[in-house]
């Protein structure tokens, strides 16, 4: 069983739709929790964390079941520029981070 | 732009060759993470670098070696290459107080052939 799992997808939905991606993950000791997101033959970047209570960023929602040992992002009125991969990313420790594979998501007209 | 660099883009190696790739964290970055990503994959933690001493290593064998010098830059060396070592592999920088808020490079695409 992978570490971090995830749906590869792809999500194909039109603009202004709501789309949801879920990540398990094995290891009960992980402590932190991340979304990041990689374009096209770029590099990763921090999306957003994930904490217990739940957060926030504008359109973007991120929930931790910590009980079920999975996290989950929601985002809302998708736009043409949230086309990308989205990493679910597990830390047990400060220094090793574990990166789900990916769901891709494409956003159409 | 995140302000960390790699070197080179891309490369050409030989199955068994050596390899040494390079990194410059984002400046008052301390600390250096490595990541190898195979086609289709999420990125899989090597090791990372912090006051220039490993502090952390993933599951990969001891071919794989790396440095971080006085100014926090950073190198990642494979010995004996192989096949499957065919990958795009990323560095990230961050502050130790902030592991966490990793910033990437864009990357070097290394093919062994």
């Known amino acids: 069983r992978k570490e971090v799992e995830q749906d590869p997808g792809p999500f194909n939905v039109p603009e202004g739709a709501t789309v949801a991606f879920n990540c398990t993950y094995s290891?009960?000791?992980?402590?932190?929790f991340f979304w990041y997101r990689q374009d096209c033959r770029k590099e990763p970047k921090l999306l957003m964390s994930?904490?217990?209570s739940g957060n926030e960023d504008g359109r973007f929602t991120a929930q931790l079941n910590r009980a079920s040992q999975y996290i989950s992002l929601l985002i809302r009125d998708s736009k043409l520029s949230d086309s990308a991969t989205y990493l679910c990313?597990?830390?047990?420790?400060?220094?090793?981070?574990?990166f789900g594979a990916g769901t891709r998501l494409t956003v159409k007209p | 732009e995140t302000g960390v660099t790699q070197s080179p883009t891309h490369l050409i190696k030989t199955r068994g060759q050596q390899v040494t790739l390079r990194c410059s964290s984002q400046?008052?970055?301390?600390?250096v993470s490595w990541y190898q990503q195979a086609l289709g994959q999420g990125p899989q933690f090597i090791f990372q670098y912090y006051r220039e001493e490993e502090n952390g290593r993933g599951n990969f064998p001891p071919r794989f070696s790396g440095l971080q010098f006085p100014n926090y830059s950073s190198e990642l060396n494979v010995n004996a290459l192989e096949l499957d070592d065919s990958a795009l592999y990323l560095c990230?920088?961050?502050?130790?107080?902030?592991?966490?808020?990793?910033?990437f490079g864009p990357g070097t695409r290394l093919t062994v052939t």
């Open positions: 994930v904490y217990s």
């Open positions: 990230a920088s961050s502050l130790a107080v902030s592991p966490y808020e990793q910033y």
């Open positions: 990313v597990v830390s047990v420790n400060n220094n090793d981070m574990r």
């Open positions: 290891n009960s000791a992980s402590q932190s």
């Open positions: 400046s008052g970055h301390n600390t």
